[in-house]
């Protein structure tokens, strides 16, 4: 696997890999597929470790694949599927029964997201949502909770309207954090949705390892 570097985890910050998506583009469980040697989600948890006081992930379905990541597995607390939010609530919910102030959220099918990324986000103010951001495009599952926005995001959901990450986000105190392009010059977000972009992704993960340079 390509190699990371360690940075201090903030003691007050839990992390939690969003998975409970449908997959519908891919067809089947994106988070257990295998980019050269690895699965996407092993990967992710590779990169989120180090940055964090702990990892759990958010996934639906039967737990039990899951088992040897050796992370505590989150089920959305609303029923059918309503999206992201959900996931993100349960990460508020556990990291705050568990004593922490903060939690980190990332993608489980975003392999190459940086190793510095839960550092710059919390460089700011701790009760604001921090969100990060490559070129133009902001990208609301990437980024820095309060817990105690847990209530506020609750009800948000109970409403059955518009439930995307960033009318939660726009409702609240945040900022956004720009990220630049990854060492090998590809998107830092980069995700995989599809066959084709699992291809890109195997191609880019068998350059980084022959290439790595120290990348955080």
Request: hydrophobic share 45%.
């Amino acid at each position: 696997m390509e190699r990371t570097n360690a940075i201090a985890s903030p003691p007050d910050i839990s992390g939690c890999i969003l998975a409970g998506g449908l997959s519908r583009r891919m067809g089947r469980d994106k988070p257990l597929l295998n980019v050269d040697g690895e699965t996407l989600i092993s990967r992710v948890i590779a990169r989120l470790r180090p940055q964090v006081a702990r990892v759990a992930i958010n996934a639906n379905g039967d737990p039990a694949r899951f088992d040897a990541l050796a992370c505590p597995v989150l089920a959305d607390p609303f029923p059918g599927h309503p999206g992201p939010l959900a996931g993100i609530l349960a990460a508020m919910d556990d990291a705050g029964s568990a004593g922490y102030e903060r939690v980190a959220t990332v993608a489980a099918d975003t392999p190459f997201f940086p190793c510095n990324f839960v550092e710059r986000l919390a460089a700011g103010d701790s009760a604001v949502i921090s969100v990060a951001a490559s070129g133009e495009r902001v990208h609301p599952v990437f980024a820095l909770w309060p817990v105690l926005l847990a209530p506020a995001l609750r009800d948000h959901l109970k409403d059955e309207g518009d439930r995307s990450v960033m009318r939660f986000v726009r409702a609240q105190r945040h900022r956004i954090v720009a990220f630049p392009p990854s060492s090998d010059g590809g998107d830092a977000f980069f995700n995989v949705n599809t066959p084709e972009d699992l291809a890109v992704a195997r191609r880019r993960a068998q350059s980084r390892e022959k290439s790595f340079d120290g990348e955080v």
